[in-house]
């Protein structure tokens, strides 16, 4: 067996994070009485919280910034006057309570974690994360569940991929695969780290950067053609 442990992103990758996104910024409008608009509102938030996200990926904001950050710019966009470190608060309360798996993540980790050490690493925030991943019904599967915040470094940084094998005291980096849906976090991570890497492109994206994966898979299950070649 080429690989002992499996490292998985989390949201986009084994999670429905736009699905819980969605639910938790209309819940949050809808408490602050402002009447919403998916296609506008959500549109607008994502274009803000892809760019900051972005910029904690190059250092350029801490995490416990960008909680408030995001939603004061979205707030000056939308010209609502809201109080942003409230509104936060009350986003991140209604995010923590949106977990949705998709189709295929519970079928492929129940097959996999009988023959294969599993691992999360997530860039989140700990309220939201240790809430949607921690308690979620596949967390019993994985050795090891790293959330950025916690351990105050992210991906693709490689010290947090560092931190999650001696967790778990494995060293030997030829056995281990992450599987991401990241170029610029996950498969970029991994290569800092000098792991094998596996972009899963469910959106059948062209890539068109210096990013290069081991592995290219278009869906979940096709992880375990990889896995047995």
Same mark, same amino acid.
């Given at each position: 067996?080429?690989?002992? +442990?499996?490292?998985?992103? &989390? ?12 639910? &938790? ?26 760019? +900051? #996200?972005?910029?904690?990926?190059? @250092?350029?904001?801490? *995490?416990?910034?960008? %909680? ?11 010209? &609502? @006057? ?5 509104? &936060? ?27 294969? *050490? ?5 860039? /989140? ?9 921690? %308690? ?15 351990? /105050? ?6 010290? +947090? ?6 967790? +778990? ?10 599987? @991401? ?6 498969? *970029? @991570? /991994?290569?800092?780290? /000098?792991?094998?890497?596996? #972009? ?11 990013? %290069? ?17």
């Amino acid at each position: 067996m080429k690989y002992e +442990i499996i490292i998985f992103d &989390a949201d986009e990758t084994l999670f429905d994070f736009k699905k819980s996104e969605k639910d &938790a910024l209309k819940n949050t409008m809808l408490e602050f009485n402002i009447e919403y608009d998916e296609n506008y509102h959500l549109k607008i938030y994502k274009d803000i919280n892809t760019a +900051i #996200w972005k910029e904690f990926e190059s @250092g350029l904001i801490t *995490q416990k910034k960008l %909680k408030v950050e995001r939603f004061r710019r979205l707030s000056d966009r939308l010209n &609502a @006057g809201f109080d942003e470190n409230k509104f &936060a608060k009350s986003y991140m309360k209604h995010l923590s309570y949106s977990s949705f798996l998709y189709d295929d993540s519970i079928r492929l980790i129940e097959s996999l974690h009988k023959d294969h *050490q599993l691992i999360i690493i997530t860039n /989140g925030l700990t309220d939201v994360q240790d809430n949607r991943i921690r %308690k979620s019904i596949i967390s019993k599967y994985f050795e090891n569940i790293v959330i950025s915040e916690e351990v /105050g470094v992210s991906k693709p940084n490689p010290k +947090i991929f560092e931190h999650a094998l001696n967790n +778990i005291k494995h060293n030997d980096k030829s056995k281990v695969l992450i599987v @991401g849906d990241s170029l610029t976090s996950d498969i *970029q @991570g /991994g290569i800092n780290f /000098g792991i094998d890497t596996c #972009w899963f492109n469910s959106n059948k994206i062209i890539n068109n950067t210096e990013i %290069k994966p081991t592995y290219e898979i278009f869906s979940l299950m096709e992880l375990k053609d990889v896995l047995e070649k």
